[in-house]
């Protein structure tokens, strides 16, 4: 492992760059995303900050943005593994908010979230989130639930092939769309994340329907190279 000097300005914003050599046993594209992590500083900022991965902060620079997770909102996670965004979410909405997280990995107990193993293509998958937000909400407010905000991290696995991927995580989209539709309250809020090309324009219109604003953001925690942004719906007129 080798470093450059500091003056150099290809640095990041710690000041110095680490290159990383390949191993016997570490293969070239181990080698670079070991390489990446450690001259990534949004790696640095979760482990001081306490989140569980850097991803956290692409959720804190579109709340700061969009404003989503107004303090005793009820918040849908979905994709939450490894919990960084549910961790935000807790933070945010407070000991009076709601905030329950589903994903296909176990994911280790956030203090104020309820997160479960679950398939959100599962057909049960909805009814028992649901059932998850009427629990809580009984047990905090004494009445039935709805949502006040529903994000989804959710991906599927990449194939390489930009038109097929594509596809399918915009298909995760759809299905979490349709979801929010069920259950948010006027005024609720929707983000998802989708691929470069944006939202497909068929469930485009129906965000131009259902929201009053529909935006398309890229977070700057979002690295550069990624082909990820996020549409944020808000205003959602139920």
């Excluded at 191993?23 to 390489?35: G, H, T, V, Y």
């Amino acid at each position: 492992m080798t470093t450059k000097k500091p003056s150099d300005k290809r640095y990041g914003s710690r000041g110095v760059s680490v290159r990383v050599k390949t191993a016997k046993m570490r293969s070239n594209s181990s080698a670079r995303w070991l390489q990446r992590q450690l001259n990534d500083p949004y790696v640095e900022k979760a482990r001081n900050a306490g989140y569980r991965s850097r991803a956290a902060f692409k959720l804190v620079e579109l709340d700061d943005k969009f404003h989503l997770l107004k303090p005793g909102a009820r918040v849908v996670d979905l994709g939450c593994a490894p919990g960084g965004w549910a961790q935000v979410a807790v933070q945010r909405v407070g000991a009076s908010g709601i905030v329950v997280g589903c994903d296909l990995l176990e994911v280790p107990e956030v203090t104020g979230a309820t997160l479960i193993v679950q398939d959100f293509l599962a057909p049960e998958a909805p009814e028992i989130i649901k059932q998850l937000l009427v629990g809580a909400e009984a047990d905090k407010r004494g009445g039935n639930a709805l949502a006040d905000v529903v994000l989804s991290d959710m991906a599927a696995n990449t194939t390489g092939h930009t038109p097929t991927d594509h596809l399918r995580i915009m298909h995760l989209c759809e299905l979490a769309y349709d979801f929010a539709c069920e259950i948010l309250a006027p005024g609720g809020t929707f983000a998802c994340k989708v691929l470069k090309g944006g939202t497909e324009r068929e469930l485009l219109s129906k965000m131009q329907r259902d929201f009053a604003t529909v935006k398309h953001a890229k977070p700057k925690a979002s690295r550069s190279d990624s082909a990820e942004s996020y549409v944020v719906a808000t205003g959602f007129r139920g």
